[in-house]
């Protein structure tokens, strides 16, 4: 299962939308979604915390490095 939401995690194409007044609809990122549950359920698999390093600093949404960045600095601790 970790290999299924790892795959969710780096190449899920979701973009955020926004309607005609700029603002973004609230919507949940299954990127993130699929971090949340790696996180929950493999917190001890060696590629959690390089994925989360790397969804901090590069994941093309904010929210989602956001949310990384958190939970990384969380587990680092």
Known sequence: MFEFFHDIALNDPFKRTEDEYG?????????????????????????????LRDKAENDPDEQVREFAQQKL???EK
Do not use: M
Not at 24 to 31: A, C, F, Q, S
Not at 38 to 48: E, G, V
């Open 23 to 51: 603002n973004e609809y609230i919507e949940t990122n299954p990127r993130q979604t699929a971090l949340e549950i790696i996180i929950k359920q493999f917190p001890q698999h060696p590629q959690t915390l390089p994925l």
């Open 73 to 75: 600095a969380q587990l």
